[in-house]
């Protein structure tokens, strides 16, 4: 199976800063790659699908780039609710798999 | 608007069964795969198996193929997933979620509630 590793495990940042957040695959998932954020006691939310789509309603301030084994999210200028916790996903190959996580949190 | 709405969670002792459902309704039900992901306390995500739109194709982790099975009545607009054989490592909260566009198991672009799963004797 395709192992994600995302880092760093945590992010301290302030509002208004730029998060950037990585995911590296274990063998190339193409551009196959998604990104979710997931607040406490909440569902995820889909922001990223196919490495780079924004999903709808999403603002611009997130976007995904990379390609391969090698991936990013940027949040341009942090909000108050964009702290949360960050998966990537992989649809490359069976079994689907996530990463491990990265907490954005308050500085 | 668009809604998942998953029933059928609870307490169940191990080598015990349950049987999840999930109601769908705001969006044409047939014309999307759907999946079940995860989620033990204070862990990851982890994806748990698909279904095609039509019902006709399946996927499962390795951790429950042979224990689970996905189901989905298109009149109904309703998935399940049979869990047998229950294990303590079951214990989570258990989504449903749709596929965000054509194809299986893609991006999950709306998920329900949850529904907690508790594996204990």
């Known amino acids: 199976e395709i192992v994600l590793t995302q880092s760093p495990a945590t992010l301290s940042l302030s509002p208004g800063e730029r998060a950037t957040l990585s995911c590296r695959a274990s063998?190339?998932?193409?551009?196959?790659l998604a990104w979710y954020q997931q607040k406490p006691g909440q569902a995820p939310r889909l922001l990223i699908y196919?490495?780079?789509n924004r999903a709808t309603g999403i603002p611009a301030r997130f976007s995904g780039s990379g390609s391969g084994t090698d991936f990013t999210l940027t949040i341009s200028s942090l909000e108050s609710e964009d702290f949360a916790v960050y998966y990537c996903?992989?649809?490359?190959?069976?079994?689907?798999?996530f990463g491990q996580g990265t907490k954005v949190e308050i500085k | 608007e668009v809604q998942l709405l998953e029933s059928g969670g609870g307490l169940v002792q191990p080598g015990g069964c349950l049987r999840l459902?999930?109601?769908?309704?705001?969006?044409?039900?047939?014309?999307?795969?759907m999946n079940w992901v995860r989620q033990a306390p204070g862990k990851g995500l982890e994806w748990v198996s698909a279904?095609?739109?039509?019902?006709?194709?399946?996927y499962y982790a390795d951790s429950v193929k042979g224990r689970f099975t996905i189901s989905r009545d298109n009149s109904k607009n309703t998935l399940y997933l049979q869990m047998n054989s229950l294990r303590a490592e079951d214990s989570a909260v258990y989504y449903c979620?749709?596929?965000?566009?054509?194809?299986?198991?893609?991006?999950?672009?709306?998920w329900g509630q949850g529904t907690m799963v508790t594996v204990s004797s």
């Open positions: 459902s999930c109601a769908a309704s705001g969006f044409t039900f047939r014309s999307y795969a």
């Open positions: 996903q992989q649809r490359s190959n069976w079994p689907r798999t």
């Open positions: 196919d490495a780079s």
């Open positions: 979620a749709k596929d965000v566009d054509s194809g299986v198991a893609k991006a999950f672009d709306i």
């Open positions: 063998q190339s998932v193409s551009s196959y």
């Open positions: 279904i095609s739109g039509s019902g006709g194709s399946t």
